[in-house]
């Protein structure tokens, strides 16, 4: 396999676009939380792709990776139960609605 | 070899793209673990093998219970998102925002030469005993923080999301 | 030497274990009696097997061994400023001596606090003072002696005022502390002279660069005619002075019996009153610098009859007393004067050899009166006790073994150093000499007036109950915490004496052939029974029968009594002169700050008043006013404007955030 390691990061680069554009967009708050997902995957992964084309010699890359899965994890769990709790009060999940911050 | 990765690729692209445009809540996550299949995939791929089953195992097999759980906890009785307004200005904007961003990014890699290296190969060896002594001997102190972070996680998942159901009684 | 130096090199451990033990004693809560007690005691004692062990290791050496070590403590610029601790005879004795003694004075004072309230902070006092008085015994530097020095009359005033809701106790504290305080002046003055003429604080050093080594620079034209060592010795002397409570400055030791007698028992009589003729003793260089037996330096001089005066003085105001503590008080200024006295004769080693018998048994007298009072109850004026004897044996006997030491009896201890102390006076001052013969006689005369009120007869007590109404309580015998220590030390009381000459071999004096000494020895002895036997004849053959009874003596010396009983109006003299001066420039000051100073001011305010109204008038209103609403509505307006941006959805200013990258992004690509 030789593809080039452009082609990785434009991979990337579009997933995060695709993953932004949800976060920007969808009205739901969970559907914006998965959009959120999306971004940090692709991030992940133009970690792994430069471990593999430039840095394989040690092991630092991957570390890096498992410790940013582990944060995404936790930060998924913790938003997920902050929408949960906002439900509760709100009664909906629609981001629209939630606009207690103005002013 | 190349067309493997092309067609992972269009999986993985076209499981972000229906994770953020379906209606069905349910469908949503469905394409995010495609989404996450692939991205696993990739990561076979490129010969990090552990780091791949790692991300089947938390992305997959946690992550997205969790939001199903919590869409389910949440319930929009029809699962469904609503009507849309597809073409309102919320929509444009945030369509607008991120193409630029993959416009300019592309742009961005594209004008680097660092663009152009071709993988490593075989020479890329990891072993998850590698994987494991570095983490126990030079990293074990982000381990430690880490396995701190995840405790605080969870306790405060736990005491957010506990404390309304007390409440609401 | 090695095991010399090493030892002196752990000397801070002496003074450092009670001090940590005070530092944990002051967090605990008054509940934990216990603990701090127990943490008290266990550091004196380990402080105490620490500064044995310093003293046995001393006594193997024929010379007199010396150890110093000093440490950098900073340094500014190129010069570094040292401590130092020093391991000598002098210092192991006493510091041997202060932690024996003490330890013995703590467990008695377990059993003498034991009803009081506040006994952990009392502990923590102690310990403190404790660390304060070791670290003041192993100082090698001058200045540090001083810190410590200082820090011994702060416990002093701390413990002195421990019942400080006792207005009498109040006041007790804070004349001890300012009339030391007064003394410290001369002393301080004393170190700046020091520093100043020899460039160093440190006394002893290894190379010999201290500045008691180096005293033979110092006999160049000082103060008044006198050489440089002898003015800083009469600076120092006049520390020693208020801490050793000489006159004039000895007005704080009386009133110093307000505190509890355990404290009355180690710091004013066993411990910080020894300081000041420690430090004389610490400092010999410096005042026999340049002077001999024939043309002594007037330090010397000084020292000499001051402390025949004192001890004159304040036997004779010991006689008329009725306080059981304040006989005691006098007698301690007394015996203080002998050991300055000592000093001031040339006679180091006497001097320092009967401040150690002293420290015993003058403890043991002071614990003993402790165990009097709790035994009958708090009572304290001796003529409403009597017939001990039969009530409290144990301690009875302790305290006859404590009077016959301090009265120099032979074979107790006091009367060996005493009697060496009065052999050296004799050589140099027939008068000086005289004072204390008299004084000794003073000394077996009261102590013998006091043993008799106290202990024979019969009970007075129950007397005044009888107009009071209230049912007499019977004294008892004290627990075992607290016969305990008095049986001890007098122990020591009688065995101390023998070891005279071998501590005048330990400090490194030779046997000189003094004349005299037979002359001596017989008269001290002589006047020592005379006195015992006037007391038995006034006090002992028919012992007062009511508590409202005349004092024998006073019929005898009539107004002489009165006088002696006011303390020679010493007090009364000092509150018509210094302290009316003192008060009257204090009120002279507050006037002129009342009406100058505060006049200047207001003076000042009012035009500054009148300059700002002004001001407000022509410039605020009109100008500064106006422009400012104008400018508010336009920021009003354009706040208003921004605000709708703020619509409260953070899906909004998500959007924002990727707009404003988008643009900061294009417009790096356009530059670049």
């Given at each position: 396999?030789?593809?080039?390691l ?13 993953g ?8 739901n ?7 959120i997902?999306?971004?940090f ?6 970690l ?7 840095y394989f ?13 582990a944060?995404a994890?936790a930060e ?14 709100y ?9 207690e911050?103005?002013? | ?6 067609i992972?690729s ?47 195992l938390i992305?997959v ?12 906890l ?14 309102g200005?919320?929509w ?6 991120a ?16 663009a ?5 190969g ?11 002594r ?13 396995a ?22 | ?5 090493n ?8 003074p ?13 809560p ?20 620490f ?8 006594l193997?050496?024929?010379d ?31 510091a041997?001596?202060?932690t024996f003694v003490?330890?013995w ?10 009803d ?6 009392f ?37 002195i ?13 804070k ?5 030391t305080?007064?003394?410290?002046v001369?002393f ?10 020899t ?15 180096r005293?033979?620079e ?7 005619g006198?050489?440089?060592?002898t ?32 404290v009355?028992?180690?710091i004013?009589a ?15 260089p410096l ?5 001999s ?18 001890a004159l ?20 200024c ?11 004769a040339?006679?180091?080693?006497p001097?320092?050899?009967?401040l ?8 043991l007298?002071f ?15 001796m ?15 302790c305290y006859?073994?404590?009077m016959?030491?301090l009265?120099?009896v ?11 102390v ?18 000794a ?11 008799f ?28 915490n ?41 008269l001290?002895?002589?006047?020592g ?5 006037l007391?038995?004849v006034l ?9 409202n ?15 002696l009983?006011?303390?020679w ?5 000092y ?7 003192t008060?009257?420039?204090g009120t002279?000051f507050?006037?002129?700050?009342k009406?100058?100073v ?8 009012w035009?500054?008043?009148g ?6 008038w022509?410039g605020?209103?009109f ?7 104008a ?7 354009s706040?208003?404007?921004?605000s709708?941006l703020?619509n ?7 959007r ?10 294009v417009v790096?690509?356009?530059?670049s």
């Amino acid at each position: 396999m030789n593809i080039p390691l452009g082609h990785y990061l434009i991979l990337a680069a579009i997933l995060f676009a695709i993953g932004l554009a949800g976060a920007l967009t969808r009205k739901n708050a969970i559907i914006v939380l998965m959009g959120i997902e999306v971004m940090f995957n692709s991030a992940i992964l133009n970690l792994v792709a430069f471990w593999q084309y430039k840095y394989f010699a040690v092991p630092t890359a991957q570390l890096f990776a498992i410790f940013a899965i582990a944060v995404a994890a936790a930060e998924s769990a913790v938003g997920l139960a902050l929408v949960i709790a906002v439900y509760r009060h709100y009664k909906s999940v629609d981001v629209d609605e939630m606009k207690e911050l103005k002013g | 070899m190349n067309l493997a990765f092309w067609i992972i690729s269009a999986v993985t692209v076209l499981g972000a793209l229906l994770a953020v445009s379906l209606r069905n809540l349910v469908h949503c996550v469905l394409a995010l673990i495609l989404f996450f299949i692939g991205i696993a995939a990739h990561y076979f791929l490129l010969r990090a093998d552990f780091l791949g089953t790692v991300q089947i195992l938390i992305y997959v097999g946690a992550v997205a219970v969790l939001i199903l759980f919590a869409i389910m906890l949440t319930h929009n009785v029809t699962g469904t998102d609503g009507p849309r307004e597809i073409l309102g200005v919320k929509w444009w904007s945030g369509a607008v925002i991120a193409a630029a961003l993959a416009i300019l990014l592309k742009k961005a890699i594209l004008s680097d030469p660092l663009a152009m290296v071709l993988p490593a190969g075989d020479k890329a060896q990891s072993s998850v005993a590698e994987i494991g002594r570095a983490l126990v001997a030079n990293w074990v102190v982000p381990l430690e923080a880490i396995a701190i972070l995840l405790t605080a996680a969870l306790i405060g998942a736990v005491v957010i999301a506990l404390e309304e159901i007390q409440k609401s009684r | 030497m090695d095991h010399l130096q090493n030892l002196a090199r752990q000397q801070w451990l002496i003074p450092v274990i009670p001090l940590a033990a005070a530092a944990i004693q002051s967090l605990l809560p008054r509940s934990a009696k216990k603990l701090s007690a127990g943490l008290c005691l266990i550091a004196m004692g380990i402080s105490c097997l620490f500064a044995l062990r310093a003293f046995f290791a001393t006594l193997g050496h024929t010379d007199a061994p010396q150890a110093v070590w000093n440490f950098t403590w900073f340094e500014y610029g190129t010069v570094s400023f040292k401590l130092g601790f020093i391991l000598d005879p002098l210092t192991a004795a006493m510091a041997a001596m202060v932690t024996f003694v003490g330890f013995w004075i703590f467990v008695n004072a377990t059993g003498y606090m034991h009803d009081d309230e506040n006994f952990t902070r009392f502990f923590c006092f102690l310990s403190l003072f404790a660390a304060a008085m070791l670290g003041l015994v192993i100082s090698n530097n001058i200045l540090l002696l001083f810190m410590c020095w200082e820090l011994v009359g702060l416990c002093s005033y701390l413990l002195i005022g421990f019942w400080f809701q006792k207005p009498s106790a109040a006041a007790a504290c804070k004349k001890a502390f300012i009339t030391t305080r007064i003394g410290d002046v001369g002393f301080f003055l004393g170190i700046l002279m020091l520093f100043w003429k020899t460039g160093t604080l440190n006394l002893y050093t290894a190379e010999g660069t201290g500045a008691l080594q180096r005293v033979g620079e110092l006999l160049g034209p000082g103060w008044f005619g006198w050489s440089v060592a002898t003015t800083i010795a009469v600076l120092l002397f006049i520390g020693a002075m208020g801490k050793s409570a000489q006159f004039p400055l000895h007005v704080w030791l009386p009133d110093a019996m307000e505190g509890p007698t355990p404290v009355s028992a180690l710091i004013h009589a066993a411990t910080m009153v020894a300081a000041g003729v420690f430090m004389v003793g610490r400092m010999f260089p410096l005042f026999i610098a340049g002077g001999s037996l024939e043309h002594p330096t007037f330090a010397m001089d000084m020292v000499l009859y001051i402390g025949a005066f004192t001890a004159l003085f304040s036997a004779t105001i010991a006689v008329a007393q009725f306080d059981i503590k304040r006989v005691l008080a006098y007698s301690t200024c007394s015996q203080l004067g002998f050991m300055v006295m000592a000093l001031g004769a040339g006679g180091l080693v006497p001097g320092q050899f009967h401040l150690l018998t002293h420290a015993f048994f003058k403890a043991l007298l002071f614990l003993g009166s402790g165990c009097v009072i709790i035994g009958t109850h708090h009572e304290q004026d001796m003529r409403k006790m009597g017939g001990l004897r039969k009530y409290m044996p144990i301690t009875f006997v302790c305290y006859l073994i404590g009077m016959l030491a301090l009265a120099g009896v032979p074979p107790f201890a006091g009367f060996f150093s005493k009697d060496e102390v009065l052999l050296v006076t004799f050589q140099r001052s027939k008068l000086a000499w005289g004072m204390a013969t008299f004084a000794a006689f003073l000394t077996g005369f009261y102590m013998t007036r006091q043993m008799f009120m106290v202990f024979a007869g019969k009970w007075r007590g129950g007397d005044h109950n009888e107009v009071h109404g209230h049912g007499g309580h019977e004294p008892h015998e004290v627990p075992w915490n607290m016969w305990l220590p008095i049986a001890v030390l007098s122990l020591f009381a009688v065995g101390l004496g023998f070891f005279g000459g071998k501590y005048a071999h330990y400090l490194g004096a030779e046997e000189e052939e003094l004349s005299g000494k037979a002359l001596v020895m017989g008269l001290s002895i002589a006047v020592g029974a005379l006195g015992i036997f006037l007391g038995w004849v006034l006090y002992g053959r028919k012992p007062l029968a009511h508590a409202n009874d005349p004092d024998p003596l006073e019929d005898k010396l009539g107004g002489l009594f009165t006088c002696l009983n006011r303390k020679w109006y010493v007090d009364e003299f000092y509150e018509a002169t210094i302290i009316r001066a003192t008060t009257a420039c204090g009120t002279l000051f507050r006037v002129i700050d009342k009406r100058l100073v505060d006049g200047i001011l207001h003076s000042i305010v009012w035009i500054v008043r009148g300059i700002s109204q002004v001001c407000r008038w022509v410039g605020d209103e009109f100008f500064i006013n106006g422009g400012f609403d104008a400018g508010c509505q336009t920021v009003r307006g354009s706040g208003w404007l921004m605000s709708k941006l703020q619509n409260g959805r953070v899906q909004n200013y998500f959007r924002v955030l990727g707009l404003g990258t988008i643009i900061l992004l294009v417009v790096y690509f356009l530059k670049s």
